[in-house]
């Protein structure tokens, strides 16, 4: 049996975005921390999923070229 590459290994990961994060292909992460995160997301999804174009979010932009006090 070959060992799958990372290609095949991320397009895995990517097929099953579903389970995210569960489907990370390299985590340092406990399992046990990895399906709470996923229940947490399950928990909130009316909260923080909404229709294609009705998202309200608010992007902040790092430019590490700006000078500041």
């Known amino acids: 049996m070959s060992v799958p590459s990372d290609a095949e290994l991320f397009t895995n990961s990517c ?4 389970s995210f994060p569960k489907n990370i292909i390299k985590h340092t992460t406990p399992q046990h921390h990895l399906d ?3 229940e947490r ?6 909260r923080i999923f909404c229709e294609d174009g009705q998202a309200s ?3 902040w932009e790092f430019d590490d070229n700006v000078q500041g006090c």
């Open 57 to 59: 979010v608010d992007i």
């Open 41 to 46: 997301l399950d928990e909130h999804e009316h």
């Open 15 to 18: 097929w099953q975005y579903a």
């Open 36 to 38: 709470r995160y996923g």
